[in-house]
Structure formats: C-alpha cells, structure tokens
C-alpha cells in the first residue's frame, strides 16, 4: 500500500504528492505515447486525446506487470508545450485516485521522438508483495 504523508513547510501539491512510500515490487513504465494498438497516432493535434491514449496505454503496462493506477508512485511527464497540462490532468484524473495521487514532475521538451506527439508518460509503481 502506498502512502502519501504530508510534508511539513511545503505547500501541498496541486494534483500531485510530493512523497510517495511504499514497500514492495518496483514496476518501471518506459515513457508512453499516444499510439494506439495498430502503431497508428491517436489524436494528431489534440493534447486530450493524445492524452487519453497515454493513459490507456500506462493502463495496459501496468497490468501486464500486475498492477495498477492504484500502484503508481511517480509520474513523469514530458511535454511539448507546457500549456496542454491542463488536458492532460483531465486524462489523468480519470485513470488515477485524485485524493491520493502520485509524486509528479512535468517538463517542457523541444521535442518527442515524433513531430506529431505532444506528450509522453513515464510512471514508476510499487506494487505490494
């Protein structure tokens, strides 16, 4: 089970934790892109769709590894425009605890390994023995 204390002197996270504890298996997802089962772009253009897709696929990791949101402990996010954050929590507070959310950090990039990606996702989880 994951924890998340407060922190004392720090201000709370606005759709982040800034710690994250747990005890278990260490289940690192490599960064996800907005392709869907076929390798075809979903969402050229759209932040929340390409987004969407993200998160399906972080879902579809996560499983496969035996594990869930509920596991994520960090979410790291590289962003082509730092403006599209706001379609991209949309995404994520569909898939995630919000009240109980994982430790983040966002980053602005010059570029994805495609032109046409606006977003890429990487989450590290613990999952309980």
Not at 23 to 42: C, F, H, P, T, Y
Not at 66 to 91: E, H, M, N, W
Request: glycine share 8%; charged share 20%.
């Amino acid at each position: 089970m994951l924890e998340m204390p407060p922190v004392d002197g720090i201000v709370p996270g606005n759709g982040y934790s800034h710690v994250v504890v747990g005890e278990g298996r260490i289940v690192m997802i490599s960064g996800q892109i907005a392709l869907n089962d076929r390798g075809e772009l979903v969402g050229p253009g759209d932040a929340g769709a390409q987004a969407r897709q993200v998160f399906e696929n972080l879902r579809r990791c996560l499983a496969a590894a035996g594990a869930s949101f509920a596991d994520v402990a960090k979410l790291t996010y590289f962003v082509t425009d730092i403006a599209i954050l706001p379609q991209i929590r949309t995404a994520r507070d569909a898939f995630i605890d919000t009240k109980h959310p994982p430790a983040s950090s966002a980053m602005q990039v010059a570029a994805l390994v495609r032109p046409d990606l606006l977003l890429e996702v990487e989450a590290m989880a613990i999952v309980p023995w």
